[in-house]
């Protein structure tokens, strides 16, 4: 009886280990997907400011041109 009681707590702890490390591999997959959006975004915002600053340059290279 010891042992089928034994066996019986074994199993449940297994699948209460298993639920446990599914719910944290499915917040550690949507930590990632949130870290890879905030990636992209600072690289679309990092480009737009080099877009901007080139722009800048080249407006003020014309206007040493013409003065």
């Known amino acids: 009886m010891k042992y089928v009681?034994?066996?019986?707590l074994?199993?449940?702890i297994f699948v209460a280990g298993c639920n446990?490390?599914?719910t944290e591999?499915?917040?550690?997959?949507?930590?990632?997907e949130l870290l890879k959006q905030q990636s992209q975004e600072k690289d679309s915002t990092i480009n737009s400011f080099f877009d901007?600053?080139?722009?800048?340059?080249?407006?003020?290279?014309?206007?040493?041109?013409?003065?």
């Open 25 to 32: 591999i499915e917040n550690l997959q949507q930590e990632n």
């Open 5 to 8: 009681t034994l066996l019986c």
């Open 52 to 67: 901007s600053y080139n722009l800048i340059e080249e407006n003020l290279a014309i206007i040493k041109e013409r003065e």
């Open 20 to 22: 446990n490390k599914k």
């Open 10 to 12: 074994s199993v449940v």
